[in-house]
């Protein structure tokens, strides 16, 4: 008896949101995906602020897979007196 697949329900995957971006694609980000990205709306974060904020262990593979979205994450080098870090922002 050969098996029949079940039929795609069309329903969202749970913890996936859909939005519109700026060129009107569709790009589904996951809850977590969500948060960094609005955060990153909001101004210049390192990867030390970002998990303070949002208490995740490493926001560098969510920017990375938001990065593989298409979404324009732009960082930049900052340099104190004695430590060197990345700040993200949108």
Not at 62 to 80: C, M
Request: avoid cysteine.
């Amino acid at each position: 008896m050969k098996k029949e697949k079940s039929p795609d329900r069309g329903e969202p995957i749970q913890g996936e949101i859909n939005f519109q971006n700026q060129s009107k694609d569709s790009i589904s980000l996951s809850k977590r995906q969500r948060k960094v990205y609005e955060l990153l709306l909001t101004g210049k974060y390192s990867v030390a602020d970002i998990s303070i904020a949002l208490h995740y262990s490493d926001p560098r593979s969510y920017i990375r897979e938001l990065r593989k979205k298409g979404l324009n994450i732009l960082d930049e080098w900052v340099e104190n007196a004695d430590t060197r870090h990345k700040q993200y922002w949108i």
